[in-house]
């Protein structure tokens, strides 16, 4: 079994989907979001790969009950673009209830998809709690303290692996000067 800490460290972990870039809550009328972009990201499709990759799972779980659907092509000429779909009232002479807002992402940095998508929705970022932000304090002294040992560790199998390498030289010129 796995020690305990460090479960507890990776269940922490877990943590940073609450918070972050992404973790908004949208308004009501937001039924549902669209993504569609490159596979690979050449030609502009790495900010709407990074804004898939870290920021749409924050937003899925503040928002579980909106349908976010990505669509990954093989056309790295194509758009990349957002579709949000709002309820509500539709412009004159449609049948379909729903507004649609699209936005083009090609191009962008994740910060400036997310930015452009919680302004035309008006959804609302979400803020740590004191609990959380203590948590986070926590975090990252732990990251610090791991940081330190890691290099205090590297220090020592470094020394370890010179002093083995040096004995294994030591012997191997007994063994030639006894032949």
Do not use: W
Not at 3 to 22: D, Q, T
Not at 78 to 94: D, E, K, R
Request: charged share 25%.
């Amino acid at each position: 079994m796995v020690n305990i800490a460090k479960r507890m460290r990776h269940l922490k972990s877990l943590f940073s989907i609450r918070l972050g870039p992404g973790a908004a809550i949208l308004p009501k009328d937001v039924k549902r979001i669209h993504l569609d972009f490159a596979t690979k990201f050449n030609d502009g499709h790495l900010g709407p790969r990074r804004f898939f990759q870290h920021c749409l799972p924050r937003l899925k779980y503040h928002n579980p009950g909106v349908s976010m659907t990505v669509t990954r092509t093989t056309n790295q000429a194509g758009p990349a673009t957002m579709t949000v779909f709002f309820a509500g009232a539709a412009p004159a002479g449609s049948s379909v209830n729903e507004r649609v807002q699209v936005l083009d992402m090609k191009h962008r940095q994740e910060p400036e998809i997310l930015h452009r998508l919680l302004e035309v929705t008006g959804a609302v970022p979400v803020r740590a709690t004191e609990a959380e932000e203590l948590e986070l304090r926590a975090m990252e002294e732990e990251g610090a303290r791991s940081a330190v040992d890691r290099e205090r560790n590297r220090l020592f199998l470094e020394e370890k692996r010179r002093q083995a390498a040096l004995l294994a030289q030591a012997k191997a010129s007994v063994n030639a000067s006894l032949a």
